[in-house]
């Protein structure tokens, strides 16, 4: 049974249908030089999402009950954020068993469909004919962090396809807050459940990928460079870009693919590729790396969208005391291409992109 169609339990609170249009698009969203909490600087989807997912915390919906949660800004040039969240790491649902980077969708493991109709938040209704149903992420790591899922009971696996990537971006667009951020995360990329997901999230510190500058490939594409873990990148000024923005993302995905690489995907707000402090569009980075398969031990650092985007969630008070940027950047970047192989890799997508091939978006 699909998570749209669940029967709910008695007193089990629905799904808001959220319907948007262009009208709710936040195109530049604000800095951090204001309180980006405050309910006048939240938009209405922000009120909607974190009403709800403070509602689901009060009503027990969660693996463990959120507080504020120790955090710290690591000295070096990369300001890496370090939070501690021992609950998570002690009680989440072990990560599923990776084999393949195609590895199919089995109906036998736990997926999206069993979800209980109070764990879904939102039905976002845009222009397309599908909802993106926004759930809570019933281990999170901070609050407002939710689930983004394209039409669960098509059971999709892990891999990420145009109209899942443009519903996600389109959520982006809809939050004023810049701490807004939404990534994916391929099998192989440290991935937890082969089901189509996507994640959302409140990351309430300023990360150095929004605003160092980036070289231009051509195409709409940049190699960003002076961060945590260097990615390709691509940046939209206002929604009107994401369709094409969306296609392209996805092309690159399926040419790291068949390369025999994972990737992961992360979307924040941020300044023109120049950088310079003009814009605060989207930034959508792209990672090829390494793939990591089979079992995932929850423990240490696991470099998935957020470590490589410079937030550290840390599953223990001794590591997140003791760990330094060097230790840091040396676990991030260990997954990576070498900087010359994603330059190589950048100007082949950049070749595709020119010559339109088609990829697997679907």
Do not use: K
Request: hydrophobic share 40%; glycine share 10%.
């Amino acid at each position: 049974m699909a998570a749209e169609d669940a029967e709910p339990c008695p007193g089990e609170p629905e799904p808001e249908e959220f319907v948007y249009g262009e009208e709710d698009f936040v195109p530049q969203a604000a800095g951090w030089d204001s309180d980006p909490d405050s309910d006048s600087a939240l938009s209405r989807f922000d009120r909607a999402l974190l009403d709800g997912w403070t509602d689901r915390m009060e009503r027990g919906f969660f693996r463990y009950r959120l507080g504020p949660l120790p955090t710290r800004v690591l000295p070096g040039a990369m300001r890496l954020v370090a939070q501690l969240n021992v609950q998570r790491s002690a009680e989440r649902r072990p990560p599923q068993p990776v084999h393949s980077l195609r590895q199919p969708f089995d109906p036998g493991a736990f997926n999206f469909t069993r979800l209980r109709r109070g764990e879904v938040l939102l039905r976002l209704r845009g222009t397309g004919p599908d909802p993106l149903l926004v759930a809570i992420n019933a281990s999170p790591l901070e609050r407002g962090h939710v689930l983004l899922l394209p039409e669960p009971e098509r059971r999709l696996p892990q891999a990420l396809t145009e109209p899942a990537l443009l519903g996600a971006l389109q959520a982006a667009f809809l939050s004023a807050h810049p701490g807004f951020r939404v990534g994916f995360n391929g099998l192989g990329g440290r991935a937890s459940v082969n089901h189509l997901h996507l994640h959302g999230l409140y990351v309430r510190r300023p990360l150095r990928v929004e605003a160092a500058p980036a070289e231009p490939l051509g195409s709409g594409l940049s190699l960003l460079r002076s961060v945590p873990a260097p990615a390709l990148m691509w940046y939209a000024a206002g929604p009107a870009a994401l369709p094409e923005l969306s296609r392209a993302v996805c092309r690159t995905a399926e040419h790291v693919l068949a390369a025999g690489l994972a990737y992961n995907v992360f979307a924040t707000r941020g300044e023109q590729p120049e950088g310079g402090g003009a814009g605060r569009g989207l930034r959508v980075l792209l990672w090829p790396r390494r793939p990591s398969l089979g079992g995932a031990a929850d423990t240490g650092l696991q470099v998935a969208l957020c470590e490589l985007a410079g937030f550290l969630p840390l599953p223990a008070e001794p590591l997140y005391c003791r760990i330094t940027e060097r230790d840091a950047l040396g676990a991030i970047r260990r997954p990576l291409l070498p900087e010359p192989e994603l330059l190589r890799l950048g100007r082949d997508v950049h070749y595709l992109n020119i010559h339109q091939l088609p990829g697997a978006c679907y």
